[in-house]
């Protein structure tokens, strides 16, 4: 009986030391989740939340010699931002000043400062962004005959004394004015920084709102002078020298080239959070170092000179 008690207690002992084995690996290894902790655990702190994305919608009119470049951003813009949509618009520098003070659209894209377009009161209301510099030059159908012209002689061509391109040295042929309207900022620039005083619109004169159009019926009509943007110059026009300096970027930028003008993106007060979203894209790295440049502009941090509302220039 003594051995058959032994016995059993050595089994029991046995199966006992077997099972605290078996325990023992599965603590060793990966132990068995309790409930509270098979849940993943979170990687954002619970004091951060994910940044929202950008939604909504943007109205910017105004000046058709920015128009390019700020279709260009608001399209990159949009690729980056799936519920955001942008509308621009051209109609001139007037019109986009007008309705961004009237509340008629977000943005207000001009070639000039509100205060040469708005009352006084009007204009304090706005915030101005500026988004780069544009040059503009004289431009001529190319068969003309002549590559530079003074001062003098576009006051002479825009005010109607001189109406032949002989008289300038070129060829016999009538000159066609293709000109901008009043609320054209590319006009106002030009008239400004160009002829030196304001033209009137002469007979038989044409016209025109849009740069694009411009482009075309000058390099189209026979005899054809206007001014355009140097984002808008290509092999269609020849582009005219002013006072004996060739319209570059170069001559803009150090202040040989007088004929040039801040690109302004103005907004009534400071802009909603879409809005600055958006003013913030085209002030980066990647609108500035590429499209701007591609696109025929100059970013403003490369100006080597500055000017003011009343065109006084300052190293």
């Known amino acids: 009986m003594k051995k058959t008690a032994l016995l059993l207690m050595v089994m029991v002992l046995t199966v006992v030391l077997a099972a605290c084995g078996q325990n023992n690996n ?3 290894g990966a132990s068995s989740p309790s ?3 098979s849940a993943p655990a979170s990687t954002t702190p619970a004091s951060e939340s994910p940044a929202a994305e950008l939604s909504g919608s943007l109205l910017a009119t105004g000046s058709s010699a920015l128009l390019p470049l700020v279709e260009q951003a608001s399209k990159k813009f949009m690729d ?3 519920g955001v949509s942008i509308q621009v618009q051209a109609g001139g520098s007037g019109t986009g000043l007008t309705q961004v003070s009237e509340g008629q659209s977000d943005i207000g894209n001009s070639d000039v400062f509100a205060e040469e377009k708005l009352d006084a009161d009007k204009a304090a209301e706005l915030v101005d962004h500026q988004v780069a510099v544009v040059g503009m030059a004289a431009v001529v159908h190319p068969e003309v005959g002549v590559d ?3 001062k003098q002689q576009l006051v002479d061509i825009f005010t109607g004394k001189v109406t032949n391109w002989k008289d300038l040295g070129g060829s016999d042929q009538k000159i066609q004015i293709i000109n901008r309207p009043s609320s054209s900022g590319t006009r106002a620039t030009f008239e400004k920084y160009a002829l030196g ?3 009137e619109d002469l007979q038989g004169s044409i016209q025109e709102d849009s740069s694009g159009t411009v482009r075309k019926l000058v390099g189209e009509t026979p005899g054809a002078i206007g001014y355009l943007a140097l984002s808008y110059l290509d092999e269609s026009i020849k582009v005219l020298k002013y006072e004996g300096v060739e319209a570059t970027v170069d001559n803009v930028a150090n202040g040989t080239y007088p004929v040039w003008a801040y690109e302004h993106m103005y907004t009534k007060g400071e802009p909603s959070e879409l809005a600055k979203a958006f003013l913030d894209f085209m002030l980066s790295d990647e609108i500035q170092n590429a499209d701007v440049v591609e696109l025929g502009y100059i970013p403003a941090s490369q100006m080597q000179v ?3 509302v009343n065109g006084t220039i300052t190293k």
């Open 35 to 37: 409930p509270e902790s």
């Open 26 to 28: 599965n603590s060793g």
């Open 306 to 308: 500055k000017r003011d």
């Open 80 to 82: 980056g931002n799936k």
């Open 197 to 199: 005083q304001k033209s």
């Open 148 to 150: 530079n012209l003074t």
